[in-house]
């Protein structure tokens, strides 16, 4: 998990001349949560035509689990949460007050009523229809938001519709035996990706100055990477040393970290757990233990992850 110090706005704001960001971070204002979203960046496609000149397209299969009820439960236990959820505590305790537990109280969580609506999918700024034939949003008991289908099932997967029909200024979703033979699309395959370069952090700069009390270490995750990281002084982290934090600034945070990293263990419920089904587990791989003195106030940062070997 990972987010933007606050005070990095205020320096992109500065260095882009846009004064328009600042004071817009969660340390300023509240934040407006809209309606949830499920964001895909860019879905490649393979353009044809038949004899008749119409175009067909085919994108890769995106696949959703199914229950035996031909539902996909995809939100629940949505929960908006005020400042006295955890906020006061926590100020209270940075300021002198008592230790916070770090849960999360219920006399600040309010669970909203979800709505929903038929999604609009459109592919190069045309309007895609008949999606809404093979599933559509819903509602169900409990809360909870999620897809209901009526068509497209394969097994324990329920199948977004990959093939496409043009019509003047929309697309058509059809199944694969409405496909001409003609546009060679149902044996067209999309590549798989290749192994790409190592993702590095430079070896020089804030890395290095003050840089890392103890490392490399390297562990394999269950993706097929390979990662490698140090353990660093929570304030000495190269995130914090682009600012030109006081000593005793940096000495006041560091030392509150080290509370937190003393008083809140790892096997701690902070929000609720869920009120049906059970959270997705980590990569136990990702969950590293740190050099002995180092249990509290140091935290792990990767400085490289590149596609193991075997």
Same mark, same amino acid.
């Given at each position: &998990?990972?987010?933007?110090i ?5 320096? *992109? ?5 846009y ?6 971070g ?7 949560? +809209?309606?949830?979203? &499920?964001?895909?960046?860019? $879905? ?8 008749? +000149?119409?175009?067909?397209?085919? *994108? /890769? ?13 995809l939100?629940?236990? $949505? ?8 906020y ?5 305790w940075?300021?002198?007050?008592? *230790? ?34 093979? %599933?559509?949003?819903? *509602? ?13 099932k394969?097994?324990?997967? +329920?199948?977004?519709?990959?093939? %496409? ?5 929309r ?6 035996s409405?496909?001409?033979p ?15 370069e ?7 700069? $804030?890395?290095?100055? /003050?840089?890392?009390?103890a ?11 390979? $990662? ?11 995130? %914090? ?18 509370k ?13 757990? /869920?009120? &049906? ?12 233990n ?18 193991a070997?075997?």
């Amino acid at each position: &998990m990972a987010y933007y110090i606050p005070e990095t706005w205020s320096k *992109i704001g500065k260095l882009f001349n846009y004064p328009f960001i600042y004071g817009r971070g969660l340390d300023a204002r509240p934040g407006d949560m +809209g309606g949830g979203a &499920m964001e895909i960046n860019t $879905v490649p496609c393979f353009e044809s035509q038949d004899e008749n +000149g119409v175009t067909y397209s085919k *994108i /890769p299969q995106l696949q959703f689990p199914v229950d035996d009820q031909d539902r996909t439960l995809l939100v629940q236990d $949505v929960t908006y949460y005020s400042k006295s959820a955890l906020y006061d505590s926590f100020k209270a305790w940075r300021d002198g007050g008592p *230790i916070c537990s770090g849960k999360f109280d219920e006399k600040g969580a309010w669970r909203s009523e979800l709505k929903t609506s038929t999604t609009r999918y459109d592919q190069a700024g045309k309007k895609i229809t008949g999606v809404e034939k093979v %599933f559509d949003n819903k *509602i169900y008991e409990n809360n909870i938001w999620g897809l209901e289908w009526f068509d497209g099932k394969a097994g324990d997967y +329920g199948l977004f519709p990959r093939y %496409f029909r043009h019509e003047s200024d929309r697309l058509v979703a059809i199944s694969a035996s409405q496909v001409p033979p003609r546009t060679n699309l149902l044996k067209k395959e999309f590549k798989h990706a290749n192994p790409g370069e190592p993702f590095t952090s430079p070896a020089k700069g $804030v890395w290095t100055n /003050p840089g890392p009390a103890a490392g490399p270490f390297k562990v394999k995750l269950t993706d097929g990477s390979l $990662v490698t990281y140090y353990w660093y002084r929570f304030i000495d982290q190269p995130s %914090f040393q682009q600012y030109d934090w006081s000593e005793t600034k940096k000495a006041k945070l560091q030392s509150f970290v080290e509370k937190i990293h003393a008083s809140w263990p790892i096997d701690r419920d902070y929000m609720a757990p /869920p009120t &049906m089904g059970e959270l997705v587990t980590l990569d136990p791989a990702l969950l590293v233990n740190p050099p002995k003195g180092m249990e509290v106030g140091y935290v792990p940062i990767v400085t490289r992850q590149e596609a193991a070997t075997n």
